[in-house]
């Protein structure tokens, strides 16, 4: 894979993948999901062809989602533990809000914000599967009693508009700071961007003589 | 199964809107079964299948007087036996009739998130739609009492609909015409009801002094209901619901939390949207460049 001269990669190619396919999935899991959850949004069943096919396929797309969120966490996981500079950022979240970030401490690869979303749908992404598992009806409706099924459906609606919520603050923090989604599309950002919004993460690539997205890989920073 | 006219339906699933509600002088109608008349000779079952076209998958014997052991997409009612040793120490034979009891409040038709697939028709009949179905299960969830199946063939779920095709033209229900005992009756529920009053209270001259009609409040009441000899007792009926209604965690899950679950995403997404236009995108400039620049420059200068 090529990168215009003198950018940082910040996604790899199979990282990017690995996300759009995540999206891809999410996108469908919503919209499916959202047409069996108010009647006010069913025409969205249309969408798959009808209810039936909506009712049909949506568990199928929560598995490869399931499958391809798994990914994401392997790929990512190391780079989203928590530290104390994150809640020194988190402290100044008004002023990451409108902007002003001269007095931010240093970001590394990924932002408190950006862990919080990480670890949020780590956490609402199995809950969804296995929540949905037992109300597949047609493959697994008689391995849990009615009863259970009544809480995990509730749970499952309930994680879910959970994660819809953190996939729109995702989605937006994207919109919000420029250059983001060229990260997550083309894979790299300039060395400007990098200062800005994660001046740790730079630094450390600078040390290794890396042009990303992780220290010590390719080792051709500056060309 | 039966498609009455959208006039009739007093209630329909998955919808935001007022049924029609022109027609307000329909008589509520209810199916009244005597659990104490009742002989087991599974005639009404018989007559179900005849009348509805039902022919389940034989099966096997299983060491009961159940057959089949269970409800089934193509088994809409089912003679239950149960044995119950008395107070006196002498046995009796709890035949009752299982299938839907067409509640006031049904449970499957709140749970239900397809429109129109489960509607309650003006008399109170409760029934399914198929062509709406889109096979969730959901409505197995909202009922009380363990009644709708979902075919794995078609992907429908099914249920006793009351014989509404017969009852629109006058006529009763299939297993009503059966019944040979006359344990199963049908007219308005107003009669049914004081029907059921003279009858507990024959029970009562003879010695069943908790003998009552079933209707149970929580559910609003049912279209079926049951005189039982045993009223204060009902679960030794193979297991029928002491106190029926929609399960909490169903009433939360199609109440509270869809009205709060669309405001949650709208405020999410006009939070975003106010902060577009007022703080807008956040955006790299010369200086963050330039300092990018000196910083990899001076790395480079270090390693040479």
């Known amino acids: ?223 | 199964m039966s498609d009455l006219q959208a006039q009739d339906f007093i209630r329909i699933s998955a919808t935001t809107l007022t049924p029609p509600t022109a027609r307000n002088h329909e008589q509520e109608v209810a199916k009244l079964i005597d659990v104490s008349r009742c002989i087991g000779c599974k005639a009404c079952q018989s007559a179900c299948m005849e009348w509805n076209n039902l022919r389940p998958e034989v099966g096997h014997f299983e060491g009961s007087y159940d057959n089949p052991m269970d409800l089934e997409p193509s088994v809409w009612t089912l003679m239950r036996f149960a044995e119950w040793e008395n107070e006196k120490g002498d046995l009796e034979w709890l035949i009752r009739k299982d299938g839907c009891m067409h509640c006031e409040d049904p449970g499957c038709l709140k749970a239900c998130p397809a429109p129109g697939a489960i509607v309650q028709y003006a008399n109170g009949i409760v029934d399914f739609i198929s062509e709406n179905c889109i096979g969730c299960g959901y409505c197995e969830k909202g009922c009380p009492f363990n009644i709708p199946r979902v075919s794995k063939v078609d992907h429908k779920s099914y249920k006793c609909t009351l014989c509404s095709d017969r009852v629109t033209v006058g006529l009763e229900p299939a297993c009503v015409k059966a019944c040979p005992t006359g344990a199963i009756m049908f007219g308005s529920k107003a009669d049914m009801t004081e029907w059921a009053g003279e009858r507990v209270d024959e029970l009562k001259s003879r010695g069943f002094e908790n003998a009552g009609l079933y209707d149970p409040p929580g559910v609003g009441g049912t279209h079926v209901m049951y005189v039982l000899q045993h009223a204060d007792k009902p679960a030794i009926y193979a297991g029928l619901p002491e106190d029926p209604h929609i399960s909490e965690f169903v009433g939360f899950w199609k109440g509270l939390i869809k009205p709060v679950a669309l405001a949650g995403m709208a405020f999410t997404a006009a939070a975003a949207f106010l902060h577009w236009i007022t703080v807008g995108p956040n955006t790299v400039d010369a200086e963050d460049d330039h300092h990018a620049e000196e910083l990899i420059r001076s790395a480079k200068e270090k390693s040479a």
């Open chain 1, 1 to 223: 894979m090529t990168y215009p001269k003198g950018t940082i990669v910040r996604a790899s190619a199979l990282t990017r993948i690995n996300h759009w396919l995540t999206a891809g999935c999410f996108v469908l899991l919503v919209l499916s999901g959202l047409a069996m959850f108010h009647p006010l949004l069913f025409w969205l069943s249309n969408l798959f062809g009808g209810g039936q096919w909506t009712r049909a396929v949506h568990p199928w797309i929560g598995c490869v989602l399931f499958v391809s969120y798994l990914g994401l966490i392997i790929q990512f996981w190391r780079d989203n533990l928590p530290g104390m500079g994150d809640v020194r950022w988190l402290a100044k979240i008004n002023r990451v809000i409108v902007n002003d970030e001269e007095d931010v401490p240093e970001v590394s690869r990924f932002n408190a914000g950006q862990k919080l979303v990480f670890w949020g749908m780590a956490f609402l992404v199995p809950v969804l599967f296995f929540t949905g598992l037992t109300v597949w009806e047609v493959y697994f409706g008689a391995y849990t009693s009615i009863e259970t099924q009544r809480v995990t459906l509730l749970i499952h609606s309930l994680c879910a508009i959970g994660a819809i919520i953190l996939w729109m603050i995702h989605v937006y923090a994207a919109i919000w700071v420029s250059g983001s989604m060229r990260a997550m599309t083309q894979g790299y950002v300039t060395p400007g961007w990098a200062w800005r919004h994660h001046r740790l993460w730079l630094r450390r690539l600078v040390e290794t003589n890396s042009r990303g997205p992780t220290p010590g890989a390719n080792h051709d920073l500056g060309r």
